[in-house]
């Protein structure tokens, strides 16, 4: 089984400084990940996902996100953030292949929250 | 915009009762997912349809059920509702009913309240 933790339930930022938000995973079996953000009364949106190649990844918004995979570790990251960037973001993993790649394990969230 | 579509927006019900809830998947999209996202929580994987079966289930109990019709559009039952039922139920449509599912679009969801 795969598990998500995201190190932090909350992170306040001043608006236009940089923000790294933690993501770790557990998986004894290949997984892809991915980020999604959340906004007030909306669905999920995807922020990006890596799948293999580059373990920097570039996404909508200006988020990027680096895979690790000695530390099992996603962050992501934004260098100047807006107020438009409030908002849940979740990290999330799916097998790549075998059994149950179908489902999305999701962290719990961790909550931005610009400032101005 | 995502294409895919859930309805109703916002629901409320009283325990014991039963609900429907409804998604339209993108067009093209062969596959639907739902999920549950309690408050508070990221989304749990409920159950997967695939051109009108089953294709995974998650650890929810068999008074979750669902149905996906031939032009892929989904609908998610709940029985017996409990209070712990309240939540966001989200829809996920994608293309890709085999292999790894990378490619998941979600709907806006349906907020459940039940009292």
């Known amino acids: 089984a795969q598990s998500v933790t995201q190190l932090d339930s909350q992170v306040p930022v001043f608006e236009e400084a940089p923000v790294e938000l933690r993501c770790n995973y557990s998986s004894s079996v290949s997984v892809y990940l991915f980020w999604y953000v959340q906004y007030p009364n909306q669905g999920l949106q995807l922020l990006l996902k890596y799948l293999s190649g580059s373990t920097l990844v570039k996404g909508i918004n200006g988020f990027e996100a680096e895979f690790n995979k000695s530390q099992t570790s996603f962050h992501l990251r934004k260098p100047s953030v807006h107020i438009s960037d409030t908002a849940e973001y979740f990290c999330?993993?799916?097998?790549?292949?075998?059994?149950?790649?179908?489902?999305?394990?999701f962290g719990k969230g961790t909550l931005l929250t610009v400032n101005p | 915009e995502t294409g895919v579509t859930q309805s109703p927006t916002h629901l409320i019900k009283t325990r014991g009762q039963q609900v429907t809830l409804r998604c339209s998947s993108q067009s093209g999209h062969n596959t639907v997912s739902w999920y549950q996202q309690a408050l508070g929580q990221g989304p749990q994987f409920i159950f997967q349809y695939y051109r009108e079966e089953e294709n995974g289930r998650g650890n929810f109990p068999p008074r979750f059920s669902g149905l996906q019709f031939p032009n892929y559009s989904s609908e998610l039952n709940v029985n017996a509702l409990e209070l712990d039922d309240s939540a966001l139920y989200l829809c996920?449509?994608?293309?890709?009913?085999?292999?790894?599912?990378?490619?998941?679009?979600f709907g806006q969801g349906t907020r459940l309240t039940v009292v």
């Open positions: 999330a993993v799916i097998r790549s292949s075998g059994g149950s790649n179908y489902k999305l394990t």
């Open positions: 996920a449509s994608s293309h890709n009913g085999q292999g790894a599912n990378t490619e998941a679009f």
